[in-house]
């Protein structure tokens, strides 16, 4: 046994250790390089299934998208909302609203974006590119709290920040001049 243990530290001591290293170091670089090469092909196969998002619209047509929209009609809508919103209070206000969503929701359907609900479109959004988005949610969600819960009201000051939000949003979005 004592000769077996002895062979083996020989063998050890013995092995050429700097070519083995050498080829060790050369294998390693040489499926790093694969495995970088792999990577970056991985990449570019996910990158073609990534979904087309809308938050890159800004590219198709500039900083806006004033050439897709008819902006002479948008703005009489907004106002015929805005000149209703505020005859007859409490009523005029939840319709004003219910209308002006109804009016970001054509808009978001006229840029192609696809969805039951307006919040389907909104979420194919980028925030980053949108700076208004976030508060339009927050628009959003008063104008479901109106229609859908019992007894919610608004106050006139309230509905009007939320009237100025949509027409931020439609501003930004080339909708409205």
Do not use: C
Request: glycine content about 8%.
């Amino acid at each position: 046994m004592l000769n077996f243990l002895s062979s083996i530290y020989h063998g050890l001591i013995n092995f050429p250790w700097e070519g083995f290293y050498g080829a060790a170091r050369v294998i390693f670089i040489a499926l790093d390089f694969i495995l970088l090469i792999g990577f970056i092909w991985a990449l570019k196969k996910a990158l073609e299934y990534r979904p087309d998002l809308v938050g890159s619209f800004r590219k198709r047509s500039g900083e806006g998208l004033s050439e897709t929209f008819d902006a002479e009609k948008y703005g009489k809508h907004w106002e015929e909302i805005q000149s209703k919103a505020f005859s007859a209070p409490p009523q005029s206000l939840t319709l004003a609203i219910v209308a002006a969503d109804n009016l970001v929701g054509d808009a978001l359907r006229e840029m192609g974006l696809e969805g039951e609900h307006i919040a389907d479109r909104l979420e194919k959004l980028n925030p980053r590119e949108l700076k208004t988005l976030n508060n339009l949610w927050r628009a959003h969600r008063v104008r479901n709290d109106l229609v859908h819960t019992t007894g919610f009201e608004i106050k006139k000051n309230e509905a009007k920040e939320i009237l100025d939000i949509y027409e931020s949003f439609l501003k930004e979005l080339g909708a409205l001049k």
